[in-house]
């Protein structure tokens, strides 16, 4: 009896790269997410250990950093690093725009035009890697 190896459907190779898209773009937004609450931990900062224990939003950041690096390798190991990696780039994006949001940070012009060149940048690699 001989067994005939068959590949399912969700491991074909265009499933497998827009699944490690997909996780690396969500590592973008839990990063940033990661990068805000430590901000927001940083306000409230004291080099002591009870403070420490209890600085939530920066404990949870460092949380979120860990579950962004578990994603991140997850998405590496079965992606193209030269695709995947410039998506990460998107965290800066992501955190300016959330930096004027929920920061009330100013925008400038030179902010601005460097989440424009990152975003282009970011759809010139992802289109020369998909050929």
Known sequence: ??????TPIADTPAATRRRSIILVFLCTIIGTAAQLLMKTGMEHFRLDPIALLTNY?????????????????????????SVLYP??????VWVTLASYIHLHESPNIFKNV????IILGVIVIGRAGSK
Do not use: C
Not at 87 to 92: D, N, R, V, W
């Open 1 to 6: 009896m001989s067994t005939i190896a068959t």
């Open 57 to 81: 939003p920066l404990i949870a950041g460092y949380a979120l950093y860990g579950i962004n690096t578990v994603l991140l390798v997850l998405a590496l190991r079965d992606g193209e690093l």
């Open 87 to 92: 998506i990460i780039a998107l965290t800066y």
């Open 114 to 117: 460097g989440v424009v060149a």
